[in-house]
């Protein structure tokens, strides 16, 4: 497998004594998804949290993660470009679903390339005409998608997917997660889909433990 991809070698995650991951090694090639499934309290989402930068202090880690050859274990969260899909679509309130997506594209583009960058994210999306829109008017399949395509516009070098799909309907579920599916893939972009719903897993699935085990 590619070593550009996101690589987690011996990866170690604990609090107050307690060991949540021991020694976890993972390597997701560009365009892959991995499926990391396991229990309640199994370290699924702090382990999300460590690979993005965003781990509490309290918690006890060790081991290498590297993305694109580079080490980013040391890095800020504003320079590991990991973008982040959680259960809840956390959209700006006080912004237009345009204005959402627009917030998300890199410094230093112009406003009309921004422009462009935020019709064609809505079109991709199914949500042409939608910009203006108040994002509380949105159902729940439509702010995952504008949540999601907000998430890819930043250009991230790989995602992580914590549970989105969990809040959505059986059916409305499964027309999210294969348009976020194939979205991911098309842009070649490793990413980490973490679960407990066996219907979310992707070719390649791998299951933790619970904490106590």
């Not at 112009?110 to 809505?122: N, P």
Request: hydrophobic share 45%; glycine share 8%.
């Amino acid at each position: 497998m590619t070593s550009t991809g996101l690589i987690l070698k011996d990866v170690h995650l604990g609090i107050g004594g307690r060991t949540l991951l021991n020694g976890l090694s993972l390597e997701i090639a560009p365009g892959e998804i991995v499926t990391l499934m396991g229990e309640s309290g199994s370290g699924k989402s702090s382990l999300i949290a460590y690979i993005c930068g965003s781990l509490d202090a309290e918690f006890d880690v060790a081991g290498s993660i590297t993305l694109e050859e580079q080490d980013i274990v040391s890095l800020p969260i504003e320079r590991r470009r990991i973008g982040v899909m959680f259960q809840d679509d956390v959209l700006f309130a006080h912004m237009s679903v345009g204005e959402n997506l627009a917030f998300a594209v890199p410094k230093g583009i112009g406003k009309a390339e921004r422009q462009r960058r935020v019709d064609d994210a809505l079109v991709e999306a199914e949500l042409e005409g939608f910009a203006a829109r108040d994002p509380a008017t949105l159902s729940g399949g439509q702010k995952a998608r504008v949540a999601l395509m907000r998430a890819l516009l930043a250009e991230p070098r790989a995602m992580l997917l914590d549970e989105p799909f969990s809040r959505l309907d059986a059916t409305l579920r499964e027309r999210v997660r294969n348009f976020a599916f194939t979205t991911i893939k098309r842009r070649n972009i490793p990413a980490l889909l973490v679960t407990h719903d066996l219907q979310d897993k992707t070719d390649r699935v791998i299951t933790l433990g619970t904490a106590n085990n």
